[in-house]
């Protein structure tokens, strides 16, 4: 879902970012096009009616009403009240991106440290992980409408091999009114002490390490939890929602082209297409949409997280890393600087047009061009 384009802008060009106005997917047109068309028509219907249906002394009236509206628009503090929201729904958007839990760690540390080639190492080492795993994805369907459609109930959970017949008899068994993402935990960690008493884990600090770092993970799926249970107070949402379509339905009637021939200051010309007051509600609506599309990353928008994506890589890796990776290393060999004190790797004939200059200065330079000046030699 997540749209990236930062491949197109990794160089800073003349107007670099002109071709990603003409973009559709996660674009503002997409998300705005629907208000944008109401705004118009709406704005059209009032002019129509003003300038065809009113007779003149309803005109006069009109007129009076359209310049109260504009006169007192400008009052409403929809700059500060629309930045201030924005950037507190932005730092909280990156903030959930940032406390995604992601079991890499943790997999490096059991593959490493829980040993036994035998059948039951390779059992606990799967197991430890898909634990692991089972508590994202249960902190996921709390948070995510996409992952709750994809595991509807815990049956499906069972279904998908994220855990066994049994483990579910012993889940339900647990009675708590509150989300049971802890559970797996428990289990990581009561297991990993057995693994320490068995032998399994050879020393008791790489069993500190690996509870501190399942904690991390803990502490990851429940700071998720979190901002999914406490959101942005509901009243101040309501604010800024209210300040945007009030400022805007104030503009449809004030900013309206009023007859050149009563003198109003400011509409000597009649030029019926707002242009300047259709940018601007494009720039406030689209800052709202932008808030909008933000306060909940884990719903189905173009630019929402991939929730799916996660879980399916999460628990690929994870597995890969503790069963078929576990001591499996290619032999140690001497590399090809072993005896050079200045590593310097080659240019080959497709860099040759991508040579610059380093902090080692011009020296470094030459000798990239004449690396490539051989390499199209031979």
Known sequence: MTVTYSSKVANATFFGFHRLLLRWRGSIYKLLYREFIVFVLLYTLVSLVYRLALSDPEKRFFEKLALHCNKYAEQIPVTFVLGFYVTLVVNRWWNQFVNLPWPDRLMFLVSSCVHGHDEQGRLLRRTLMRYVNLTSLLIFRSVSTAVCKRFPTMEHVVEAGFMTPEERKIFDA???????????????????????????????????????????????????????????????????????????????????????????????????????????????????????????????????????????????????????????????????????????????????DYCIPSFLGSTRELECRSQAQESRDV
Request: charged fraction near 20%; include cysteine; hydrophobic fraction near 45%.
């Open 174 to 352: 647990v009675k708590s009114p509150h989300l049971k993402y802890w559970i797996p935990v428990v289990w990581f960690s009561n297991m990993a002490s057995r693994a320490r008493t068995e032998g399994r884990i050879k020393d008791s600090v790489d069993l500190q390490t690996i509870l501190n770092e399942m904690n991390t993970f803990r502490t990851w799926c429940s700071t998720l939890f979190g901002y999914d249970w406490v959101g942005i107070p509901l009243v101040y949402t309501q604010v800024v929602t209210l300040a945007v379509y009030t400022f805007i339905f104030a503009c449809i009637i004030g900013r309206q082209f009023l007859d050149p021939a009563q003198g109003y200051p400011g509409h000597d010309q009649d030029f019926y297409v707002p242009i300047f007051t259709m940018l601007q509600f494009f720039f406030y609506s689209g800052w709202l949409k932008v808030a909008e599309q933000l306060i909940n990353p884990f719903g189905e928008d173009d630019d929402d997280f991939e929730a799916n994506w996660c879980i399916d890589r999460n628990l690929q890796v994870s597995l890969i890393a503790v069963d078929e990776m576990h001591m499996n290393f290619p032999p140690m060999t001497k590399d090809i600087y072993w005896n050079d004190s200045e590593a310097l790797p080659p240019y080959t004939l497709a860099a040759a």
